[in-house]
């Protein structure tokens, strides 16, 4: 399986600020995901990523809120823009790796 | 969009009993089923999947079913043991897009 890591693992942040998570993979890999899981809840898928083309987004996320990046095949950026309180969660990229799909171990975000 | 139920939200069982968790989902597209177990504060791990040409999986002392036509799949856990205390999250996606859509989550907690 990949190995995923994530940058930062926390934060606390104020709000009206903007945070951008890494992700990083020890692999090359085509489809890159960011999830978010709020507190004690299920995840939910936020974008796909893929390199060379822009990221798509599901209902309810927009790409001003959430920019992605993906420069290459093994790494991707997603930043929080303009935060509430209201986007304190984990968020997790995800790769497909041989039919499976791995985690990264998540950004957990608080904002003030 | 692909809506996926979970049932039991908390289970608890008795360390050697067994635990068994449902999911019911609604696109008929979706032929790919991973199952995921979250440790608190760790990364979401898949611990089986099951793809729609195949009606039951088993993996040691995990095993997965699928109906197709019911449009639904269980989680058996047999001989619980205390490090199966874990929240389980059932998905579902289409092979062709890995999009995965979740279920709540199940607690399970293994009583020693």
């Known amino acids: 399986s990949a190995v995923i890591s994530q940058k930062p693992s926390r934060d606390i942040c104020q709000r009206g600020t903007s945070l951008t998570i890494q992700c990083q993979v020890d692999?090359?890999?085509?489809?890159m995901f960011w999830y978010r899981q709020q507190p004690g809840q299920s995840l939910t898928l936020i974008a796909t990523?893929?390199?060379?083309?822009?990221?798509?987004?599901e209902s309810g996320f927009v790409i001003d809120k959430f920019p992605i990046s993906r420069p290459n095949l093994t790494f991707s950026t997603l930043t929080v823009s303009n935060m509430s309180p209201e986007d304190s969660s984990i968020y997790l990229c995800?790769?497909?790796?041989?039919?499976?799909?791995?985690f990264g171990p998540g950004t957990r975000l608080t904002v003030l | 969009g692909e809506n996926v139920e979970q049932h039991p939200s908390t289970l608890s069982v008795q360390e050697g009993d067994s635990a068994v968790i449902k999911c019911t989902y609604s696109?008929?597209?979706?032929?790919?089923f991973p199952w995921y177990k979250q440790e608190l504060g760790k990364r979401p791990q898949l611990i089986i999947d099951?793809?729609?040409?195949?009606g039951e999986k088993k993996d040691q002392r995990i095993a997965v079913t699928l109906n197709k036509t019911a449009k639904h799949f269980s989680l058996h856990i047999t001989e619980t043991q205390p490090e199966d205390s874990a929240v389980y999250f059932c998905?579902?996606?289409?092979?062709?897009?890995?999009?995965?859509?979740f279920g709540a989550g199940t607690t399970v907690t293994v009583r020693a």
């Open positions: 998905a579902a996606s289409n092979v062709g897009d890995y999009k995965l859509s």
């Open positions: 692999s090359q890999v085509t489809m």
């Open positions: 696109d008929s597209a979706s032929n790919y």
């Open positions: 995800s790769v497909e790796s041989t039919g499976e799909q791995f």
């Open positions: 990523a893929n390199q060379g083309s822009e990221a798509t987004y």
């Open positions: 099951i793809r729609s040409n195949v």
